[in-house]
């Protein structure tokens, strides 16, 4: 499959990895809109939202606990955003599920 994220996990394409177990990994956004910005996703290729929702719903669970973690992690008492875009409305380019965890400066609500 054509999927730069499936190719990043099988270690075809170099990335920074934040993180890594069996079913889930971290990596840096290649292009940081704030000065932390991670994707947090599934090893497995999940297309969006919805279908990791009706295959496999157990992994949003793990994926948000380590948002999370890391956001407490990093960003303290400071505060953090976890976000999915979904579809071309919600801004996905990218069509991997993916989780973007953004600190370390204000984000503005609604993000436009
Ligand atoms: P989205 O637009 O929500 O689908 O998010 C896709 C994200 O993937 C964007 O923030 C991109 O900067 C990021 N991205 C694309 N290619 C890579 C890559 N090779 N390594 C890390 N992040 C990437
Ligand atoms: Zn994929």
Redesign the pocket.
Same mark, same amino acid.
Request: aromatic share 6%; proline share 6%.
């Given at each position: 499959m054509d999927c $730069?994220l499936c190719k $990043?996990a099988a270690g075809e394409?170099k990335?920074e990895i934040i993180y890594q177990d069996q079913d889930i990994f971290v $990596?840096?956004?290649? =292009?940081p +809109?704030a000065p932390t *910005?991670l994707?947090i996703l599934p090893v497995e290729h999940y297309a969006n939202l919805g279908e990791v929702a009706d295959k496999a719903p157990e992994l949003l669970t793990a994926l948000f606990a380590k948002g999370a973690d890391l956001g407490r992690q990093i960003a303290g008492e400071r505060g953090f955003r976890v976000v999915i =875009?979904t579809g071309p409305d919600g801004? +996905?380019?990218?069509d991997h599920l *993916?989780l973007?965890l953004l600190a370390g400066r204000e984000l503005q609500w609604p993000p436009g």
């Amino acid at each position: 499959m054509d999927c $730069i994220l499936c190719k $990043i996990a099988a270690g075809e394409i170099k990335s920074e990895i934040i993180y890594q177990d069996q079913d889930i990994f971290v $990596i840096k956004d290649i =292009n940081p +809109q704030a000065p932390t *910005h991670l994707l947090i996703l599934p090893v497995e290729h999940y297309a969006n939202l919805g279908e990791v929702a009706d295959k496999a719903p157990e992994l949003l669970t793990a994926l948000f606990a380590k948002g999370a973690d890391l956001g407490r992690q990093i960003a303290g008492e400071r505060g953090f955003r976890v976000v999915i =875009n979904t579809g071309p409305d919600g801004g +996905q380019t990218v069509d991997h599920l *993916h989780l973007h965890l953004l600190a370390g400066r204000e984000l503005q609500w609604p993000p436009g």
